[in-house]
């Protein structure tokens, strides 16, 4: 199944996630098929920036988003 998940990026302690599609069965920081955006939580304003267009395509062909990217992406 391929899933709209979060990869952790930076380093320790300074934690940012990509917004990538990637199946189900790799591992979280492995390989993904696209990166459809960033999250930054360290950041002031929690910067969130997400490609709404590559976000609906992924979902029309049955992509399953993750709980925490769901959350993020009722926000913005």
Do not use: C
């Not at 979902?59 to 990217?69: E, H, R, Y």
């Amino acid at each position: 199944m391929t899933m709209i998940r979060m990869t952790r990026m930076g380093r320790k302690k300074k934690p940012f996630y990509r917004i990538v599609v990637t199946d189900s069965r790799k591992r979280r920081d492995g390989g993904w098929i696209e990166a459809i955006g960033h999250y930054n939580p360290v950041s002031e304003n929690k910067e969130l920036t997400l490609d709404e267009e590559r976000l609906n395509y992924w979902l029309s062909v049955g992509a399953q988003m993750s709980p925490t990217v769901k959350r993020l992406a009722g926000k913005k």
